[in-house]
């Protein structure tokens, strides 16, 4: 059962997220490419207690910027190279930065993340090469990489790692996803009934979101978009979290359905109940019991 800390929350995220369905299309894009124009791109640490002190920070340009975060008081032997969440829309988020540098912390790893071109804007095309070669460049070094990611970050990562395999590139030696979206093109049924009791996102706007992120309906089912209805054979080792109450569930349970098919070694926690991204949500339970099931599948 739930915690009532997750209760609170699951009331609370919705309404300082401003949730709601899509009542336009065109105003939706309108109202994002507006706040666009305004964003502030650089790393927001705030949420992470003595960032500054406990981290040095890098921008490598790789067509965009790539956060490296680099501790300044221990030895790293890997990297965790993190995608980040926010519907392809959203840039990197101080949530974030405090779950990337946390995780780093309990597996003494340097942190990469990628800032990648958002929708409506842009699409896929327009990061995913350099994202793959990237993420290529760092796993060739000392320990290797965890590539790991958030809902759309969690699908972005394991496109990725559809791309790396594919091109005979270094792997990651593990990957990480934390409720991905890994089905665009929202062909589970059941994700309309999960519509009715996900306090946080809305069909419609998954709907708008993943057209935007594809480009073109055409695309919304190729690999690099919708990784869970590609051939899943020969991945890293992977773990995923993700709860029911959760509109991204049924995609996830789809991948966990296929990679089973294709003899994927990939872990499928799902947890009762639970709202979208639980892992990385402050100060509960569940939480707390998700980044150690996650630190014990990277040790």
Same mark, same amino acid.
């Given at each position: 059962?739930?915690?009532?800390? /997750? $209760?609170?929350?699951?009331?609370?995220?919705?309404?300082?997220?401003?949730?709601?369905?899509?009542?336009?299309?065109?105003?939706?894009? $309108?109202?994002?490419?507006?706040?666009?124009?305004?964003?502030?791109?650089?790393?927001?640490?705030?949420?992470?207690?003595?960032?500054? !002190?406990?981290?040095?920070?890098?921008?490598?340009?790789?067509?965009?910027?790539?956060?490296?975060?680099?501790?300044?008081?221990?030895?790293?032997?890997?990297?965790?190279?993190?995608?980040? +969440?926010?519907?392809?829309?959203?840039?990197?988020?101080?949530? /974030?930065?405090?779950?990337?540098?946390? *995780?780093?912390?309990?597996?003494?790893?340097?942190?990469?993340?990628?800032?990648?071109?958002?929708?409506?804007?842009?699409?896929?095309?327009?990061?995913?090469? =350099?994202?793959?070669?990237?993420?290529?460049?760092? =796993?060739?070094?000392?320990?290797?990489?965890?590539?790991?990611?958030?809902?759309?970050?969690?699908?972005?990562?394991?496109?990725?790692?559809?791309?790396?395999?594919?091109?005979? *590139?270094?792997?990651?030696?593990? *990957?990480?996803?934390?409720?991905?979206?890994? &089905?665009?093109?929202?062909?589970?049924?059941?994700?309309?009934?999960?519509?009715?009791?996900?306090?946080?996102?809305?069909?419609?706007?998954? !709907?708008?979101?993943?057209?935007?992120? $594809? @480009?073109?309906?055409?695309?919304?089912?190729?690999?690099?978009?919708? %990784?869970?209805?590609? &051939?899943?054979? @020969?991945?890293?080792?992977?773990?995923?979290?993700?709860?029911?109450?959760?509109?991204?569930?049924?995609?996830?349970?789809?991948? $966990?359905?296929? @990679?089973?098919?294709?003899?994927?070694?990939?872990?499928?926690?799902?947890?009762?109940?639970?709202?979208?991204?639980? +892992?990385?949500? %402050?100060?509960?339970?569940?939480?707390?019991?998700?980044?150690? !099931?996650?630190?014990?599948?990277?040790?």
């Amino acid at each position: 059962m739930p915690s009532l800390r /997750h $209760a609170l929350l699951a009331s609370v995220i919705p309404r300082l997220r401003k949730a709601g369905d899509l009542d336009s299309e065109p105003l939706e894009r $309108a109202r994002v490419e507006a706040c666009h124009r305004t964003l502030d791109r650089s790393l927001p640490t705030r949420g992470t207690p003595r960032f500054a !002190q406990r981290w040095a920070v890098e921008v490598a340009d790789i067509g965009f910027p790539a956060h490296v975060l680099t501790p300044r008081l221990r030895h790293v032997h890997r990297t965790l190279y993190y995608v980040h +969440g926010g519907a392809f829309m959203a840039p990197v988020d101080a949530v /974030h930065v405090r779950y990337a540098t946390r *995780l780093a912390d309990a597996i003494g790893a340097r942190v990469v993340m990628p800032d990648y071109p958002l929708a409506p804007e842009h699409t896929w095309a327009d990061s995913h090469d =350099a994202l793959v070669s990237d993420a290529a460049r760092w =796993a060739d070094e000392e320990g290797g990489i965890v590539l790991a990611g958030d809902s759309a970050g969690g699908g972005l990562a394991l496109a990725m790692a559809l791309s790396m395999r594919d091109r005979g *590139l270094t792997p990651a030696t593990h *990957l990480v996803m934390h409720a991905p979206w890994v &089905d665009l093109t929202t062909s589970t049924p059941e994700t309309r009934e999960v519509d009715a009791v996900d306090p946080w996102l809305f069909y419609s706007k998954l !709907q708008a979101y993943a057209l935007w992120w $594809a @480009g073109s309906e055409a695309d919304l089912g190729r690999p690099e978009v919708s %990784p869970a209805l590609a &051939d899943l054979a @020969g991945l890293p080792k992977a773990l995923m979290l993700h709860g029911t109450r959760d509109l991204l569930h049924p995609g996830c349970r789809l991948l $966990a359905r296929r @990679g089973a098919d294709a003899g994927w070694d990939l872990t499928s926690i799902e947890e009762p109940d639970l709202i979208h991204v639980y +892992g990385l949500l %402050p100060l509960i339970p569940e939480a707390r019991r998700a980044f150690t !099931q996650v630190v014990d599948f990277l040790r």
